[in-house]
């Protein structure tokens, strides 16, 4: 029997970061905040990975909305 492990705070927040900058690229275009949080499902960890993720400088906001920055747009080009 294989067991999975619990993912570490860490590894959550990354997962979270990572599924809201996909999102994000996904379609570029200004997403209102609470349209991302009903893709995470979690109003709180949204608003916690939007933070971590503008921080970075891999998202901008304006008002209520955000969009991926150049940067990451570049990053996921580069990536493929």
Do not use: N, W
Not at 2 to 30: K, Y
Not at 53 to 67: K, N, Q, S, T, Y
């Amino acid at each position: 029997m294989h067991d999975q492990r619990t993912p570490t705070p860490a590894e959550r927040d990354d997962q979270i970061d990572g599924a809201i900058l996909a999102f994000l690229l996904d379609r570029p275009a200004l997403r209102a905040a609470d349209e991302v949080a009903r893709e995470v499902g979690d109003e709180i960890a949204a608003a916690d990975g939007l933070g971590r993720l503008a921080r970075a400088g891999l998202i901008h906001r304006l008002d209520r909305f955000v969009f991926a920055s150049q940067a990451a747009e570049r990053g996921q080009r580069l990536a493929l």
